[in-house]
């Protein structure tokens, strides 16, 4: 089928599931769960994001939870970031790799960050320089980019011209996100497709939303169209806090255990991540969504029921 023999999984559920639960997450409670994660094998996990605590105060403690997490040699820290002042935070916390924030739509970035899309571009141009002083790397992502709330549809048009914008600030790695799950696998083709013809030195990644059942088809259509990198949360935790409905990620187990069944490698160790979505599970079991959960590997086999009692006999 011409699908790639190996992917990377990017582990999200310490920034975008902490981040949209009803209440605060203790740091204790943050910095076990992050290192259990480490323990699964994952080589890049976005660990927290550096915004304002009044947007967003279950992500207040982003400083202390990095000074107390473990750091295994060979893992990609990366947090999320909104402004200068988040990345020197970033900076001062020694993450490796920070991501900026910016939605596809004016409606969706006046609510998520208080300025219209290009706009809000005008700051990345100061981040990527002082990021450039540093050994801090920097990527971008599409918020909304298979369909806003607020909007619709995202014209193509929207998507090259925000594209061309972060080629100018020398951003050439891009997180294409269905942040609303509002993506179906016809407009992840069609803008995947289009976006890697116009670009063909970026590496884009998806990160999907679960929110109608869509996300494993989204995944394997971006697999049909060379997408190697993918965002996960382990139980499906999460989801943004700036769209209305848009519940969690596609679960990292369900992903991890969708593309090793079809003999695509993730080097990621399943067992352990269904513990820690179990864990998760004890922790907040109104927040978890996990096929994997609820039935089980291909491989959990059953024993055998004896023959059926017919009613009568």
Same mark, same amino acid.
């Given at each position: 089928m011409g699908l790639p023999k190996e992917v990377t999984i990017t582990e999200v559920c310490p920034r975008d599931g902490?981040?949209?639960?009803?209440?605060?997450?203790?740091?204790?409670?943050?910095?076990?769960?992050?290192n259990r994660i480490f323990e699964c094998g994952f080589k890049q996990v976005e660990v927290t994001s550096f915004v304002h605590p009044k947007a967003v105060p279950q992500m207040k403690d982003a400083d202390e939870v990095l000074k107390r997490i473990n750091r295994p040699e060979g893992v990609t820290l990366r947090a999320l970031i909104p402004n200068l002042r988040g990345l020197e935070r970033a900076i001062e916390a020694k993450v490796d790799k920070v991501k900026l924030m910016l939605s596809a739509t004016d409606s969706h970035s006046l609510n998520n960050a208080n300025a219209k899309t290009f706009d809000a571009m005008k700051d990345f141009e100061a981040i990527v320089k002082r990021a450039?002083?540093?050994?801090?790397?920097?990527?971008?992502?599409?918020?909304?980019?298979?369909?806003?709330?607020?909007?619709?549809?995202?014209? #193509?048009?929207?998507?090259?011209? &925000?594209?061309?914008?972060? %080629?100018?600030?020398?951003? =050439?790695?891009?997180? /294409?996100?269905?942040?609303?799950?509002?993506?179906?696998?016809?407009?992840?083709?069609?803008?995947?497709?289009?976006?890697?013809e116009k670009f063909p030195s970026f590496h884009f990644s998806l990160h999907l939303h679960n929110t109608r059942g869509m996300a494993f088809a989204n995944a394997v259509a971006g697999l049909e169209e060379g997408i190697v990198d993918f965002d996960s949360s382990v139980g499906g935790l999460g989801?943004?806090?700036?769209?209305?409905?848009?519940?969690?990620? #596609?679960?990292?187990?369900?992903? &991890?255990?969708?593309?090793? %069944?079809?003999?695509?490698? =993730?080097?990621?160790? /399943?067992?352990?991540?269904?513990?820690v979505a179990k864990h998760l599970r004890e922790l907040f079991p109104e927040q978890i969504d996990s096929f994997i959960l609820k039935a089980g590997k291909n491989s959990d086999l059953h024993i055998a029921p004896g023959k059926q009692k017919k009613i009568g006999e």
């Open positions: 902490f981040q949209t639960l009803p209440g605060e997450v203790p740091t204790d409670v943050k910095v076990d769960i992050i450039e002083t540093t050994d801090v790397k920097v990527g971008a992502s599409i918020s909304v980019a298979f369909g806003c709330p607020y909007e619709g549809p995202v014209p #193509i048009e929207r998507h090259i011209e &925000i594209c061309k914008r972060y %080629e100018q600030l020398g951003i =050439t790695e891009i997180s /294409l996100a269905d942040t609303t799950g509002m993506a179906t696998p016809v407009n992840i083709k069609l803008v995947v497709s289009t976006l890697k989801g943004c806090p700036y769209a209305p409905n848009a519940s969690g990620n #596609i679960a990292s187990e369900d992903i &991890i255990h969708g593309f090793e %069944e079809m003999g695509i490698k =993730t080097n990621v160790d /399943l067992d352990k991540v269904i513990d």
